[in-house]
């Protein structure tokens, strides 16, 4: 019998992680004496109170220099830097950060286009043609006559202008892409970016040291930032589907017992599709080689957001999220983690010592001292991929039977859904007019509204319990609940992402609604209660959900009930999509306190004066349920308002207001 008390780095399961699969892993680690990401957070306590309200500014090296607003002489900085510009800085260079992450993610995908239209990258092909032309014909490029490889050089070539250009139009993938009234919006706030990387310069030279010192100024800029952010996600999922396909409805597994003892267990981590779709095609083409060192085959499965991408598109097991990447590897079975870039804890190599497990990095960014580094190319990708496989299939005899702990735990879930696939959906039910299926059923009060639950994981709350709270919360409160990235794979592990959730969790409203659909389209029993839209990037496609409803009801988005939540927000990433989300007019639920408490003024312009600007503002709680319920008034708010100035305009056929 296991100590509860002695195995586990917090006091008791509980306090961990909601997740049963994790507490159990916990208990194997301890019992190894092995660490985790759990340890290292108590570890580190307390935590920095100057860095924890963002008042330690470290911009230049007279620094750091730690603020107490209202102590003279403790007032300011060395430069005489006060708590708004400092705190103001800081949150939008994290806000560069992400975006940085984002874009040079899409970046990366966009070269791959441009080499598989060059026919300088033989293993991909264009998987969605339809896309590449959409896409095309979006942003503006004559798509008449033109064989695919000239139309996708063309995109391609369109989409890494995007990065670069010096010119001073905004970006198309954000005109292109958002309302007539975000548009105006953002050129009137001077906030429409003109392209990705000179957005994150100037970033970056706005809150050097001597540079702005306005809050509000700073914030705008970060609001321009997170915008570049917003384009460089949606090349990244536009660029993602032409390349390896528009997601459809899928069924998988999800959770740590998609480790299978008898199999040569590679588990994909990070975020990109480019090298993780070549090991799923490999490793369906090697299980002979895996029989041959005695398993039944390979098996795959995906951590984090590289995870999401291969369960959208192949129906790839999910392992686990991002805070319990580590327990994949304490099951003892994981015989090949292969990383690419983002959320990659450093610590897998130290915990890989201890196991038989090979780390392969593969990014020339990404390199972790003592793991192996496997150069990724293109040109090369499915031999790459390969040579991976093959040194799992080697690590699989070196087993460690102390080490194993198979896990019992996983869930049915079914993904899968691109805006294209939900659009699908309400097609059976109208299909003259498939997006009025959705606002109908808002305006008829039969929904509240719909919200897009993203983000991370965060050692400062339970593991997984916030996302499983705020999802709860809202559908028993009829929202129609959208996820990406780790939420969506904390929804999929607990279950949420099937239809047994639906019976036992959606409100009366909501589960009509969704029996609706699943009628329409002989889908009894088949859809989910949260439905997984993708990974981080594909927060894009609930962009695009939303801006489509707002063209419908003819309104702009701040009036239309749809909302955003990050219960466990951690990443720089994190910080970016959030600041976007407002600025795109969605009241944006924050479940972890940012570093903004140092200065009222920030507070109070991400709180509410962002909301008389832009429609959208942050709700920052950490209690779960208050959190849904703070974003459910806002909700319920527009609902009702939507409705009102809808029969007015009705009635005295006018224009919907556009006041929010
Ligand atoms: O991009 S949700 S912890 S895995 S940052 Fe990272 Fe956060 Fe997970 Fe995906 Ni997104
Ligand atoms: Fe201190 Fe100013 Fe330098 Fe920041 S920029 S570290 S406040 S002197």
Redesign the pocket.
Known sequence: MVDEKKVHALDSCAECSADPAVCDMLGHAAELEVTTAWDRYKAQQPQCRFGLQGVC?????????R?IPNKPGAD??????KDYT?VARNVVRYVAGGASCHSDHARHVAHTLLEVAEGKAPDYKIADPDKLRQVAQRIGIDVAGKEENELAKEVALAALNEFGKQTDEPCKWLETTVTDGRNQKFLHCNVAPTSIDRAVVEMLHQTA??MDADPVNIIFGGIKTALADYVGMHIGTDLSDILFGTPEPVKSEANLGTIKEDYVNIAIHGHEPTLSSMVVQAAREMDDAAKKAGAKGVNVVGICCTGNEMLMREGVYLATNSAAQELAVVTGLLDAMVVDIQCIMPSLRQLTECYHTRLITTSKIVKIPGATHVPFREATAMADARNMIEMAIAAYGQRDAAMVKPSQYKAKAIAGFSTEALINLFKAVNPKNPISVLTDAILSGELRGVTVMAGCNNQKGVHDEGHLAVAKELAANDILILATGCSAISSAKHGLANWDAVEQYAGEGLLKFLTRLAEANELEGELPLVFHIGSCVDNTRAADLCTLMAKELDVDVPKVPFGASAPEAMHEKAVSIGTGCVAMGMPTHVGVMPHIEGSQLVYGIATQIARDVYGGHFIFETDPVKGAQKLLEKLDDRAWKLRVHKSAAEKYGTDVASSW
């Open positions: 500014c470290r911009i230049c090296i007279q620094g750091p220099c603020i300011a900085g060395i430069c005489g830097a400092i040291m001597g």
